[in-house]
C-alpha cells in the first residue's frame, strides 16, 4: 500500500460539514471505507443551444450555470468516472448510492456504475407534478427525472428498509415511480433580488423517502454535489450525520445557515425505520402453546367469508382441509401465497382483530426477558 493510500485510510472523518472544493480532490482528501450512502445530483450537461424564451419572448429561467457546461461528453465523461471512482473507494463495502439526472445524461451514468462494478438495483421515475412545459412545442413535455440505486458491489449486505417504505405507502409495496412537486414556495432558497438561488435546489421530500429507505440514525450520507445543501438538511432532521462537497462558497454558505437552523429530532424511536426482519420469528403454533388461541378457537377473514379452527398443533381446519395459516389463507382464496398473520382475524370481546396483533404481544413479552 502506498504512503498516500495509508494517509487516506488513517485519515480522520470531519462529521456534519461542507468542503469547499472542486468535487474530485474534495472527495481524494477523504478516507477509505467511511460513508454508509451517498447522494449525488451531478450537472447534468444540457448542452443547451442558446437562451430558452416562452411564448411572450420572455426569458426562462433555465441551467446555463458554468458548472453545467463541458466542452465534449468525452470529458464529461472522464469527469464522471473520476468522481464515482472515488465514491465508491469512500463507500463502506455494504454501502449505497443514488445518482439523479436527465435524459441528458442518466444513460451515461448508468452505463459508468457498471463499468465500475457497482451493483444497480433499482432505476426510479421521479415524476414531477409540476413540469415546466414545452414552450417551442416541439418534443413531449419533460415531465420526469432518473435516478439510480446501485451498492457497491454485487456482494454487497446494503440498506433497504422495506417495511417503513411499505408503511410510507399505505402499506402496500412501494413502486419505483415517484410523484413530488418541483422545490417552490418557502423550501426554495432565493437571492436578494427574489431570484432562484440555485437552478436546481431538488425537494425535501425526495430526499427524505431515500435516506428513510437506504439509511439508519448515525450512518454518513455524502453529497459530492451539495449545492444549497438539501441532503444535509434532511440528514440532520433524521439523525444522520452528512458530507457535503461544494465548489461555490455562496451555495456552501447558503446551505450552512439553511443546516443551522434545522432541529434536531430528539427522539431517536421516532427516525428508527421499521424492520421487522429482525425481530424475533414467532410460529403461529407459539400462541397456542401460550394460550393465547385456545385449540378450538375460530378465526375469519376480514370480510366475514370464510372462518377456520384452530388446531392443537398450530394448524388450521376447514372442513377436512387442514394446513399452516398461510397455506389455507391461500387455498380459500385460490391465490398462489397468502399472509396469515393478516389474513386471519380473532375475536376480542365484540371485535375482530388481526392475529398478528398477538404475534406482536408475544414479541413484547419475549423481549422483556
Known sequence: MSSQKKNLSAAKLQLDTIHIGECVQSLKSLPDASIDLIFADPPYNLQLGGDLHRPDNSRVDGVDDEWDKFESLKIYDEFTREWLTECRRVMKKDAGIWVIGSYHNIFRLGYILQDLDFWILNDVIWRKSN????????????????????????KSKYTFNYDS???????????????????????????????????TQ?????????????????????????GTGTTGAVAKKLGRHFIGLERDAGYA????????????????????????????????????????????????????????????????KVNQFRGSIHKVGAALQDAPSCNGWTY????????????????SQLRKAMSVY
Open 131 to 154: 413540469p415546466m412545459p414545452n414552450f417551442r412545442g416541439t418534443r413531449f413535455t419533460n415531465a420526469h427525472e432518473t435516478l439510480i440505486w446501485a451498492s457497491r458491489s454485487e
Open 165 to 199: 417504505m411499505k408503511t410510507l405507502n399505505d402499506d402496500i409495496q412501494m413502486r419505483s415511480d415517484w410523484l413530488f412537486p418541483l422545490c417552490t414556495g418557502e423550501e426554495r432558497l432565493k437571492t436578494d433580488k427574489g431570484a432562484k438561488l440555485h437552478p
Open 202 to 226: 431538488k425537494p425535501e421530500a425526495l430526499l427524505q423517502r431515500i435516506l428513510m429507505a437506504c439509511s439508519k440514525p448515525g450512518d454518513v450520507i455524502l453529497d459530492p454535489f451539495f
Open 253 to 316: 454558505a447558503a446551505a450552512h445557515d439553511r443546516i443551522a437552523e434545522v432541529q434536531i429530532t430528539k427522539n431517536n424511536d421516532i427516525i428508527q425505520p421499521i424492520c421487522k426482519k429482525t425481530e424475533p420469528r414467532v410460529p403461529f403454533g407459539t400462541l397456542v402453546e401460550n394460550g393465547m388461541l385456545k385449540p378450538g378457537t375460530t378465526l375469519r377473514d376480514s370480510q366475514n367469508k370464510h372462518e377456520a379452527v384452530v388446531c392443537a398443533d398450530g394448524s388450521l
Open 344 to 359: 386471519w382475524h380473532y375475536k376480542e370481546k365484540n371485535d375482530y382483530k388481526p392475529i398478528d396483533e398477538l404475534r
